[in-house]
């Protein structure tokens, strides 16, 4: 039960990534990769929830994205 919790909560940060990325800056994949040190294949899989990410990772997207880290993880806790 853990595991789909686990992954639902990975698919809804995905998206917060995804909503910054595309609808608030208006970036690319390759563009965000360039902005921050993931590259831009990991952070397609991101998106979609696919691959667990470390606190590192969350602070490289933030800082490309040129947000709070604390915003990309604004929704809703899938218990």
């Given at each position: ?13 995905g ?32 998106e979609?929830?696919?691959?667990r ?27």
């Amino acid at each position: 039960m853990i595991g789909k919790q686990l992954d639902k909560n990975l698919i809804a940060f995905g998206k917060q990534v995804k909503h910054y990325r595309t609808e608030e800056k208006n970036l690319s994949l390759r563009d965000l990769a360039k902005r921050c040190d993931v590259e831009h294949s990991k952070i397609a899989k991101i998106e979609k929830g696919l691959v667990r990410i470390q606190l590192p990772t969350v602070f490289e997207l933030a800082k490309g994205l040129d947000i709070h880290p604390k915003d990309l993880f604004n929704f809703e806790i899938n218990e």
